[in-house]
């Protein structure tokens, strides 16, 4: 007896309503990245390792997946370090190429690899799968798409304030009320790190705080004591955990905190000018909110970050993020090139809309008219209506065997066919079709010559 055939963990088949639903996402956001001016790219689905490995800090690198090389490749490993049998010095030997982990990354690669042919700053945006080995749950996926914008060439803070418009934009036309834009600045959190003593742990220090929805305070505070954050650092960080007030409240107590750091205030400096702003310009349904817990744990970001939530009534990790990233390309060696950029977590987003039940309903129609079998003759002449329909932007189609009625109308409701045509012997001589809506079960009697006025 054959195995039944499975998927691996974390990945996903899609029927015909849910790529269509999808389908639906990504043309909204395609349609408002290119209203506010982004080109699309695309990059290869993998990179050489050495292009993704250690942009991501250390998290982030354990979650790459890496491809074996091609062939015998355990040939040109050396015994000794076989028999150590330590995966991370055996896979440099073993793995030369990498899945992409999100879409920045391969885009500063792009951006230095095609500089003599773009125009600064540089507006794109794509929209591709991305994959990570992390473990599968509720909204996390190991293969998944992100659909992001970025500029790069760019040090206006008008494009972080651009950024935010967008996020309002789209989830407005996908009627996605109650998102919450969440921002921070990387300057900030190097301010607080300054302060409390701890400059020399600001990835560790923000990796932990970027865990407090999760973990809450007291987690926060033992993985800091862990990472070797003094228990006095701690105690002075610890307000942050219970923020509160207007965003311009929390910003001047922020000013209190950071009075003697530089960089902190020239965070706060920053996040004023974005906040007042958009104060001037206005959000349709999005709320902005500045959260001084927001770290995100990526290591190329610089200045504002941003993280989405969705409505209150939904339990749903972030469904968008980004930021600024001053020096992203240097890496790849492309100096002094500042940029911005935001994701859109499609798949969460997806779960949101269908959770709060607002696709429209017109994605569950997979065809427009379908045409009924009653035998050789009439398919013919069913096939040249379908065809003249089809030249007209209506979705028509044949069914493809002449089975039993019960059978046939059976299938038009399994696909939420609104309407059905049916030609038999009488109608194919007198020239004439029949139409049925399918939910009132009313049908008329129609001049095959009036076929495409009746779908106009």
């Given at each position: 007896m054959s195995q039944r055939p499975g998927i691996p963990k974390g990945t996903r088949d899609f029927a015909p309503v849910e790529?269509?639903?999808?389908?639906?996402?990504?043309?909204?956001?395609?349609?408002?990245?290119?209203?506010?001016?982004?080109?699309?790219i695309e990059t290869p689905s993998f990179e050489n390792s050495e292009t993704l490995m250690g942009k991501y800090g250390e998290e982030g690198d354990?979650?790459?997946?890496?491809?074996?090389?091609?062939?015998?490749?355990?040939?040109?490993?050396?015994?000794?370090?076989?028999?150590?049998?330590?995966?991370?010095?055996?896979?440099?030997?073993?793995?030369?190429?990498?899945?992409?982990?999100?879409?920045?990354?391969?885009?500063?690669?792009?951006?230095?690899?095609?500089?003599?042919?773009?125009d600064f700053p540089f507006k794109r945006y794509q929209v591709q799968p991305v994959w990570r080995a992390?473990?599968?749950?509720?909204?996390?996926?190991?293969?998944?798409?992100?659909?992001?914008?970025?500029?790069?060439?760019?040090?206006?803070?008008?494009?972080?304030?651009?950024?935010?418009?967008?996020?309002?934009?789209?989830?407005?036309?996908?009627?996605?009320?109650?998102?919450?834009?969440?921002?921070?600045?990387?300057?900030?959190?190097?301010?607080?790190?300054?302060?409390?003593?701890?400059?020399d742990k600001l990835i560790d220090f923000t990796v932990a705080l970027d865990k407090l929805d999760k973990i809450g305070a007291e987690g926060v505070q033992k993985e800091m004591l862990a990472k070797g954050i003094t228990e006095e650092a701690i105690a002075k960080v610890a307000p942050l955990f219970n923020f509160n007030g207007t965003n311009e409240e929390r910003l001047q107590q922020l000013e209190t905190?950071?009075?003697?750091?530089?960089?902190?205030?020239?965070?706060?400096?920053?996040?004023?000018?974005?906040?007042?702003?958009?104060?001037?310009?206005?959000?349709?349904?999005?709320?902005?909110?500045?959260?001084?817990?927001?770290?995100?744990?990526?290591?190329?970001?610089?200045?504002?970050?941003?993280?989405?939530?969705?409505?209150?009534?939904?339990?749903?990790g972030s469904i968008g993020g980004g930021g600024r990233y001053d020096d992203l390309t240097g890496v790849f060696g492309l100096k002094n090139i500042s940029g911005v950029g935001i994701s859109f977590g499609l798949d969460r987003i997806y779960l949101v809309l269908e959770e709060l039940g607002v696709f429209p309903e017109s994605l569950e129609k997979t065809i427009d008219v379908l045409?009924?079998?009653?035998?050789?003759?009439?398919?013919?002449q069913s096939l040249k209506a379908v065809k003249t329909l089809r030249e007209g932007g209506v979705k028509a189609e044949l069914y493809p065997d002449n089975a039993k009625m019960k059978k046939q109308m059976n299938y038009a409701n399994r696909r939420n066919v609104p309407y059905i045509i049916m030609i038999g012997g009488q109608e194919l001589s007198d020239t004439t079709f029949v139409l049925k809506n399918m939910e009132n079960g009313e049908q008329k009697t129609y001049p095959m010559t009036e076929l495409s006025a009746v779908f106009k």
């Open positions: 790529v269509a639903k999808r389908t639906y996402i990504i043309n909204t956001i395609k349609k408002h990245f290119e209203n506010f001016g982004f080109q699309p354990r979650l790459i997946f890496k491809i074996l090389n091609s062939g015998d490749y355990l040939r040109k490993v050396d015994d000794k370090i076989y028999e150590d049998r330590q995966s991370a010095a055996l896979t440099k030997y073993i793995s030369e190429k990498a899945l992409r982990y999100d879409l920045t990354v391969p885009f500063a690669r792009y951006v230095v690899m095609h500089q003599n042919e773009i992390d473990r599968p749950q509720k909204g996390r996926f190991r293969e998944f798409y992100q659909c992001d914008a970025d500029v790069v060439g760019s040090n206006s803070l008008l494009q972080e304030v651009e950024f935010i418009q967008l996020y309002d934009a789209v989830f407005s036309s996908l009627k996605l009320e109650g998102t919450t834009i969440k921002m921070n600045n990387r300057k900030i959190l190097s301010g607080i790190a300054e302060v409390i003593g701890a400059k905190l950071l009075k003697d750091s530089e960089e902190g205030l020239k965070g706060i400096e920053e996040l004023s000018f974005i906040l007042k702003t958009i104060a001037a310009l206005g959000l349709k349904t999005a709320t902005l909110e500045l959260d001084v817990t927001l770290a995100r744990g990526l290591n190329y970001y610089t200045g504002a970050i941003f993280e989405v939530a969705a409505p209150a009534q939904v339990k749903m045409f009924i079998n009653f035998g050789e003759e009439e398919a013919l």
